[in-house]
């Protein structure tokens, strides 16, 4: 294996939790939903919008922090989950760039 084609072998394992949250249609809501929300909501207020339970609503946004789409700030005592998407979108751009020189260069 070439060394581009090892490098980007590497990139798709770093990128498996970007991949992973954009898999589930519940997680492409939340990040609708908050993309229309800029000053973020709560597990109560996402959960009211998306009809899931607030356990669930707390682990699609674990998922979604863990890939960097979202981030929380502590307003009073809950936490108010806003949309932090540039990182990984840029990672993925990376990432396509990458594919699209290999199959240029091929």
């Known amino acids: ?3 581009e084609l ?3 072998a590497q990139q798709f394992k770093q990128y ?3 991949l992973d949250a954009l898999k589930d249609e519940k997680r492409h809501a939340i ?3 908050l993309a229309q929300h800029k000053s ?3 597990v109560n207020t996402i959960a009211e919008h998306i009809q899931l339970s607030r356990p669930a609503i707390s682990h699609h946004l674990k998922v ?3 890939a960097g789409f979202v981030d929380y700030e502590k307003k009073n005592v809950e936490n108010h989950y806003v949309l932090t998407i540039r990182k990984p979108i840029e990672q993925l751009k990376a990432l396509i760039a990458a594919i699209e020189d290999q199959c240029n260069n091929a």
Do not use: A, K
């Open 40 to 42: 973020g909501l709560n």
């Open 1 to 3: 294996m070439s060394q």
């Open 6 to 8: 090892e490098q980007m």
């Open 64 to 66: 979604l922090r863990q």
């Open 16 to 18: 498996i939790p970007i």
């Open 31 to 33: 990040i609708l939903l």
